[in-house]
Protein backbone atom coordinates (compact mmCIF):
# COMPACT_ATOMS: atom_id res chain seq x y z
CA UNK A 1 0.00 0.00 0.00
CA UNK A 2 1.05 3.88 -0.64
CA UNK A 3 0.74 6.67 1.80
CA UNK A 4 2.02 10.14 1.72
CA UNK A 5 2.98 12.42 4.54
CA UNK A 6 3.00 16.22 4.13
CA UNK A 7 4.91 17.96 6.32
CA UNK A 8 3.90 21.28 7.74
CA UNK A 9 -0.31 22.06 7.26
CA UNK A 10 0.28 25.69 7.02
CA UNK A 11 3.18 27.37 5.58
CA UNK A 12 3.47 31.58 5.10
CA UNK A 13 5.99 32.70 3.29
CA UNK A 14 6.32 36.13 2.31
CA UNK A 15 6.18 37.56 -1.54
CA UNK A 16 9.60 36.90 -3.51
CA UNK A 17 10.47 34.43 -1.11
CA UNK A 18 11.49 30.20 -1.95
CA UNK A 19 8.67 28.64 -1.20
CA UNK A 20 9.08 24.64 -0.23
CA UNK A 21 6.13 22.52 0.17
CA UNK A 22 7.54 19.02 1.83
CA UNK A 23 6.22 15.91 0.54
CA UNK A 24 7.23 12.63 1.89
CA UNK A 25 6.03 9.19 0.37
CA UNK A 26 5.61 5.40 1.04
CA UNK A 27 5.32 2.84 -1.83
CA UNK A 28 6.25 -0.55 -2.00
CA UNK A 29 6.69 -0.23 -6.14
CA UNK A 30 8.22 3.04 -7.98
CA UNK A 31 5.60 5.56 -7.73
CA UNK A 32 3.51 7.91 -9.68
CA UNK A 33 3.90 11.40 -7.84
CA UNK A 34 1.68 14.65 -8.27
CA UNK A 35 1.47 18.02 -6.58
CA UNK A 36 -1.80 19.38 -7.05
CA UNK A 37 -3.22 22.87 -6.13
CA UNK A 38 -6.65 23.65 -4.63
CA UNK A 39 -8.28 27.08 -4.40
CA UNK A 40 -11.79 27.67 -2.54
CA UNK A 41 -14.18 25.73 -3.52
CA UNK A 42 -12.87 24.61 -6.35
CA UNK A 43 -11.46 21.25 -7.71
CA UNK A 44 -8.02 20.43 -7.63
CA UNK A 45 -5.85 21.55 -10.57
CA UNK A 46 -2.46 19.78 -11.49
CA UNK A 47 1.10 21.18 -11.11
CA UNK A 48 3.06 18.46 -12.23
CA UNK A 49 3.63 14.80 -12.08
CA UNK A 50 6.51 12.35 -11.70
CA UNK A 51 6.30 9.11 -13.75
CA UNK A 52 9.64 7.90 -14.12
CA UNK A 53 11.44 10.04 -16.66
CA UNK A 54 13.32 13.00 -15.48
CA UNK A 55 13.80 13.47 -11.58
CA UNK A 56 12.91 16.62 -11.72
CA UNK A 57 9.81 18.32 -12.65
CA UNK A 58 8.74 21.80 -13.46
CA UNK A 59 5.24 22.19 -13.55
CA UNK A 60 3.00 25.01 -14.29
CA UNK A 61 2.80 28.32 -12.40
CA UNK A 62 6.87 28.03 -12.22
CA UNK A 63 6.76 25.21 -9.91
CA UNK A 64 9.17 22.27 -9.64
CA UNK A 65 9.82 19.29 -7.71
CA UNK A 66 12.35 16.82 -7.62
CA UNK A 67 11.82 13.19 -6.90
CA UNK A 68 14.63 12.13 -4.02
CA UNK A 69 14.07 7.88 -4.35
CA UNK A 70 17.00 7.89 -1.45
CA UNK A 71 15.04 10.38 0.94
CA UNK A 72 11.23 8.76 -0.55
CA UNK A 73 10.91 12.79 -1.23
CA UNK A 74 9.28 14.65 -3.82
CA UNK A 75 9.32 18.38 -2.29
CA UNK A 76 7.43 21.18 -4.19
CA UNK A 77 9.43 24.48 -5.11
CA UNK A 78 9.33 27.70 -6.01
CA UNK A 79 11.79 30.46 -6.20
CA UNK A 80 9.41 33.38 -5.74
CA UNK A 81 6.10 33.44 -4.27
CA UNK A 82 3.01 35.42 -5.63
CA UNK A 83 0.30 36.49 -4.10
CA UNK A 84 -1.97 34.18 -6.09
CA UNK A 85 0.26 31.20 -5.03
CA UNK A 86 -2.03 31.76 -1.74
CA UNK A 87 -3.89 28.27 -1.77
CA UNK A 88 -3.95 24.64 -1.00
CA UNK A 89 -1.22 22.18 -2.19
CA UNK A 90 -1.77 18.20 -2.32
CA UNK A 91 0.93 15.42 -2.73
CA UNK A 92 -0.52 12.00 -4.27
CA UNK A 93 1.09 9.23 -5.36
CA UNK A 94 -0.53 5.57 -7.45
CA UNK A 95 1.20 3.07 -8.32
CA UNK A 96 0.76 1.41 -11.56
CA UNK A 97 0.11 2.33 -15.29
CA UNK A 98 -3.34 1.74 -14.72
CA UNK A 99 -3.95 2.80 -11.82
CA UNK A 100 -4.52 6.86 -12.30
CA UNK A 101 -7.88 6.71 -11.30
CA UNK A 102 -6.95 5.97 -7.72
CA UNK A 103 -4.14 8.07 -5.67
CA UNK A 104 -3.62 8.35 -2.32
CA UNK A 105 -3.30 12.12 -0.79
CA UNK A 106 -1.57 13.83 1.47
CA UNK A 107 -3.40 16.23 4.05
CA UNK A 108 -2.61 18.96 2.35
CA UNK A 109 -0.45 22.06 2.71
CA UNK A 110 -1.97 25.36 3.19
CA UNK A 111 0.55 28.12 1.50
CA UNK A 112 0.01 31.36 2.64
CA UNK A 113 1.81 34.47 0.89
CA UNK A 114 2.19 37.74 3.18
CA UNK A 115 2.27 40.83 1.19
CA UNK B 1 -11.83 20.50 -25.01
CA UNK B 2 -14.51 20.63 -21.92
CA UNK B 3 -13.55 19.51 -18.50
CA UNK B 4 -14.96 17.49 -15.79
CA UNK B 5 -18.48 18.69 -15.35
CA UNK B 6 -20.53 17.84 -12.07
CA UNK B 7 -23.88 18.78 -10.94
CA UNK B 8 -24.80 20.26 -8.94
CA UNK B 9 -22.67 22.18 -7.32
CA UNK B 10 -24.49 22.64 -4.02
CA UNK B 11 -27.22 20.65 -2.33
CA UNK B 12 -29.02 20.36 0.72
CA UNK B 13 -30.38 17.42 2.23
CA UNK B 14 -31.95 16.19 5.15
CA UNK B 15 -30.17 13.56 7.67
CA UNK B 16 -32.06 10.00 6.32
CA UNK B 17 -32.59 10.93 2.79
CA UNK B 18 -30.28 9.74 -0.84
CA UNK B 19 -28.83 12.05 -2.70
CA UNK B 20 -27.62 11.35 -6.42
CA UNK B 21 -24.30 13.27 -7.88
CA UNK B 22 -23.49 13.25 -11.70
CA UNK B 23 -19.98 13.68 -13.21
CA UNK B 24 -19.64 13.80 -16.94
CA UNK B 25 -15.70 13.44 -17.72
CA UNK B 26 -13.41 14.77 -20.21
CA UNK B 27 -14.60 13.75 -23.50
CA UNK B 28 -12.59 10.49 -24.46
CA UNK B 29 -11.86 9.62 -20.93
CA UNK B 30 -13.11 6.40 -19.35
CA UNK B 31 -11.76 6.40 -16.23
CA UNK B 32 -13.99 8.32 -13.68
CA UNK B 33 -13.40 8.53 -9.71
CA UNK B 34 -14.90 9.80 -6.87
CA UNK B 35 -13.24 11.84 -3.92
CA UNK B 36 -14.65 12.65 -0.49
CA UNK B 37 -13.07 15.96 1.04
CA UNK B 38 -13.78 16.58 4.49
CA UNK B 39 -11.76 19.12 6.75
CA UNK B 40 -10.98 16.16 9.03
CA UNK B 41 -10.51 13.16 6.94
CA UNK B 42 -8.80 15.14 3.94
CA UNK B 43 -9.67 13.46 0.44
CA UNK B 44 -10.82 10.00 0.54
CA UNK B 45 -10.58 7.69 -2.20
CA UNK B 46 -14.43 6.65 -2.98
CA UNK B 47 -14.00 4.56 -5.80
CA UNK B 48 -13.35 4.10 -9.74
CA UNK B 49 -15.04 2.83 -13.00
CA UNK B 50 -13.85 1.98 -16.03
CA UNK B 51 -15.93 0.51 -19.14
CA UNK B 52 -18.91 0.95 -16.97
CA UNK B 53 -17.40 -1.38 -14.33
CA UNK B 54 -16.27 -0.96 -10.46
CA UNK B 55 -12.48 -1.25 -11.03
CA UNK B 56 -11.07 0.16 -7.59
CA UNK B 57 -13.19 1.25 -4.04
CA UNK B 58 -12.17 2.96 -0.79
CA UNK B 59 -13.21 1.62 2.96
CA UNK B 60 -16.73 3.50 2.78
CA UNK B 61 -19.87 1.82 3.67
CA UNK B 62 -22.17 0.09 1.36
CA UNK B 63 -24.85 3.40 1.69
CA UNK B 64 -21.68 4.96 -0.68
CA UNK B 65 -22.70 3.45 -4.19
CA UNK B 66 -22.16 4.68 -7.99
CA UNK B 67 -22.12 3.33 -11.55
CA UNK B 68 -20.74 4.46 -15.08
CA UNK B 69 -22.89 4.72 -17.79
CA UNK B 70 -21.98 3.76 -21.84
CA UNK B 71 -20.95 7.47 -22.53
CA UNK B 72 -18.63 7.51 -19.24
CA UNK B 73 -20.72 9.23 -17.40
CA UNK B 74 -21.24 8.61 -13.80
CA UNK B 75 -22.89 9.02 -10.90
CA UNK B 76 -22.76 8.43 -7.24
CA UNK B 77 -25.17 7.79 -5.01
CA UNK B 78 -25.38 8.26 -0.87
CA UNK B 79 -28.52 6.24 0.91
CA UNK B 80 -29.35 7.22 4.50
CA UNK B 81 -27.52 10.11 4.64
CA UNK B 82 -25.81 10.91 7.76
CA UNK B 83 -24.24 14.34 9.05
CA UNK B 84 -20.96 13.52 8.33
CA UNK B 85 -21.38 12.96 4.71
CA UNK B 86 -21.21 16.83 4.28
CA UNK B 87 -18.51 17.25 2.07
CA UNK B 88 -17.17 18.07 -1.09
CA UNK B 89 -17.43 15.59 -3.38
CA UNK B 90 -14.89 15.78 -5.90
CA UNK B 91 -15.03 13.50 -9.53
CA UNK B 92 -11.83 13.24 -11.18
CA UNK B 93 -11.38 11.62 -14.83
CA UNK B 94 -8.66 10.10 -16.88
CA UNK B 95 -7.66 8.15 -19.84
CA UNK B 96 -6.27 5.14 -18.03
CA UNK B 97 -5.11 3.12 -21.36
CA UNK B 98 -3.00 0.18 -20.49
CA UNK B 99 0.83 0.11 -21.14
CA UNK B 100 1.17 3.85 -21.49
CA UNK B 101 2.85 6.24 -18.84
CA UNK B 102 0.38 6.88 -15.99
CA UNK B 103 -1.77 9.61 -16.23
CA UNK B 104 -3.26 12.20 -14.15
CA UNK B 105 -6.39 12.83 -12.61
CA UNK B 106 -8.59 16.01 -14.28
CA UNK B 107 -10.77 16.96 -11.57
CA UNK B 108 -14.24 18.32 -11.65
CA UNK B 109 -15.29 21.48 -9.39
CA UNK B 110 -16.66 19.19 -6.63
CA UNK B 111 -20.19 19.31 -5.21
CA UNK B 112 -20.97 20.96 -2.10
CA UNK B 113 -23.01 18.85 0.03
CA UNK B 114 -24.60 19.87 3.28
CA UNK B 115 -26.51 17.67 5.24
CA UNK B 116 -28.84 19.00 8.24
Known amino acids: AQSVTQLGSHVSVSEGALVLLRCNYS??????LFWYVQYPNQGLQLLLKYTSAATLVKGINGFEAEFKKSETSFHLTKPSAHMSDAAEYFC?????????????FGDGTTLTVKP | KAGVTQTPRYLIKTRGQQVTLSCSPI?????VSWYQQTPGQGLQFLFEYFSETQRNKGNFPGRFSGRQFSNSRSEMNVSTLELGDSALYLC???????????????FGQGTRLTVV
Open chain 2, 27 to 31: SGHRS
Open chain 2, 92 to 106: ASSSRDRGKVNTEAF
Open chain 1, 92 to 104: AVSVGSTNAGKST
Open chain 1, 27 to 32: SSVPPY
